[in-house]
Structures are given as C-alpha cells and as structure tokens.
C-alpha cells in the first residue's frame, strides 16, 4: 500500500558523459512500467529536481521533456503530475572540483526537500534501478522521517550501456541481478570471499555465491536511495561540505536518530551504477581468504557489518 502522494527525485548532473547516462540509463530506469508511471497511476505527484552547469541547462530541458512524452504518451496518466525543475548554481562550473560542486547542489536539494516535505529519492544519472523498485521503496510504511538504504552494485559501464541498446522493455530486479552479475566492475569481482586476493578490505563488500544465481552480500557502506528529511539534516549538511557524507557519514546521524533502514532483500529493491573501468580500482590483499572486514571503523560501517542482503537473479 502506498503511504503518501507526493514525492521528490532528486539528480546532479552535468558534462557530456553524465548528461548522456542520465537519459540512457537513469531516466530509463524511473521510467519502467512499475516505477514513475505506476506512482502517476495512483495519483502521486511528482518533482524531479536536476541540477546542472549552465552549458547543460538547455540540453536537459529537452531531453527531460522527450522522456515524458516517449514514455508517458499513450499510458493514460496525467502528465502534469510530473515536473521538472532544471535548476543551476552561478557557485558550480566545469572547473570545480567535483566534490565541491556535489556538496552545493546536494545542500540545495536538502533544503528544498526539509521546505517541501516528501519522500525524496536520489536518481544518480549512472545508476539503474529495477522495475518497480521506487514503489516498493514508497510502499513500505514506516514513520515519518526513516530514510531507506539498500546496496547497489558497480557493472561494467561499456557492457551494460551495449546491453540496455540491445533491450526493450522493463527489467525486474530478478532479471537485472543476473545481468548485473555477468558484467561486474572490478571492486565487486574482487569481492568474493572465497578469493584469497580480494579487495573487501577496501571497497567494504564481501559476496559469497550460495547457488546459481543467489548471492549473500555484506555491504558497509550502502547508500541512502529514499530519504524523509528533517531539519536536523540540514543542520548537518550545513556544517559537512563533502559530498561523501552522504554514503559514508550522514548515516551515523540517522542511526543515532533510530531512522535508518538496511534494506536486506533484492526483491524489494536492487539498482546497479555503472563504473568505467579506470574508476572505482580497489587494493587487493593476499592471504584474505573469507575476509569481510572494512577499514573504517565509523558506526554504520560496522553497524552493517552485521546484516546479510540476500540479491536473487533470474533463471538457473
């Protein structure tokens, strides 16, 4: 059962290879069958904030406006329950450090999010969500300020974009788990324990395959997918200007508030991000046979240490 009727998504993008993922693969996978048109068919509305450089403004209001009249046309939805807000910062441009440009677009979503009270979801521009996975975020009930963290697994960007060219139609999270375990990056092939030379140490996932097409993750730094923010997050947003609190400390100020939520289960909820393969290269170490230790020692990195994600794929 859904609990509410609005909500808010949330993108930072900008430059031509993000610009580009977000139409070929973020927005793709917000428009499947059981994501935003099946929130529209019950009545949701919905604001997509994207934030961007003034070079990319234009390109984006476009492709924005293409997407809902590709995906929506025809579905007998009202339309004008979506929006989008193409947003810019005089503070960001191509020169920034990343990071930095991050942080100011984040704070800013922050703050429209605690103003404009909704679930809010993180739609990173190289990220892939399962068909009906947003809905199932909004369906689970909870009180009002508990944000939802899940994992989400790095795939080899070439392979996945070739095969998203090659595909039509929706993708169920049965069905994205095994594509996903066929093309992983190199910090989740490293990953498996029964390696003797892994890198969980480092990248903070330890797999372990149980049968064909079944898999245990331990996940230590999962990622905060849908927030119910608070004025006390933008408190803490206002004194940390790193864009890396998001995943990698914010969530101790939720656990400490008992509003976090790991999400054990890929049925519910399963996304991947696509990694070229020169980013995201974690150290391995030898003689770490079954190894499922992380190098930080924050409270949720260990607080997660504790929980299993069960992620299910497809077929035999």
Not at 24 to 49: A, W
Not at 93 to 99: F, L, P
Not at 275 to 288: H, I, V, W
Request: hydrophobic content about 35%; overall charge neutral; proline content about 3%.
């Amino acid at each position: 059962m859904l609990i509410t009727n609005k909500l808010t998504i949330t993108t930072f993008v900008y430059g031509n290879r993000y610009v580009d993922l977000f139409e070929k693969c973020c927005l793709r996978s917000l428009f499947q069958e059981g994501n935003i048109p099946f929130l529209l068919k019950h009545g949701y509305e919905i604001t997509h904030l994207v934030y961007t450089t003034t070079p990319d403004a234009g390109r984006l209001a476009e492709i924005t406006n293409r997407a809902k009249l590709k995906y929506l046309e025809g579905t007998n939805v009202d339309q004008d329950k979506l929006s989008y807000q193409i947003i810019t910062n005089p503070a960001v441009g191509y020169g920034r450090v990343i990071a930095k440009t991050n942080m100011i677009f984040l704070l800013q979503s922050v703050t429209y999010g605690v103003h404009n009270p909704a679930p809010f979801f993180l739609a990173s521009p190289d990220y892939f969500i399962g068909d009906y996975s947003l809905s199932n975020l909004l369906a689970y009930q909870t009180k009002k300020d508990t944000c939802l963290a899940a994992l989400h697994v790095r795939v080899d960007a070439p392979s996945f974009l070739n095969f998203l060219e090659g595909t039509q139609g929706n993708i169920q999270n049965p069905s994205l788990v095994r594509i996903a375990f066929g093309m992983l990056s190199q910090s989740w092939k490293d990953s498996f324990i029964d390696k003797d030379n892994n890198c969980s140490f480092n990248a903070g996932t330890a797999v372990q395959k149980i049968a064909a097409n079944l898999y245990t993750v331990t996940f230590r730094i999962p990622t905060t997918f849908l927030a119910r923010l608070n004025q006390s997050d933008l408190e803490y947003f206002s004194g940390h200007c790193d864009y890396g609190h998001w995943d990698h400390s914010w969530p101790e100020h939720l656990i400490s508030q008992k509003r976090f939520k790991f999400i054990g289960s890929s049925d519910m909820f399963f996304a991947v991000e696509l990694t070229a393969g020169d980013m995201n290269q974690s150290k391995c170490r030898a003689g770490d046979l079954w190894n499922d230790e992380y190098f930080s020692t924050k409270i949720h990195s260990e607080t997660n240490r504790n929980f299993l994600a069960v992620v299910r794929g497809d077929g035999e």
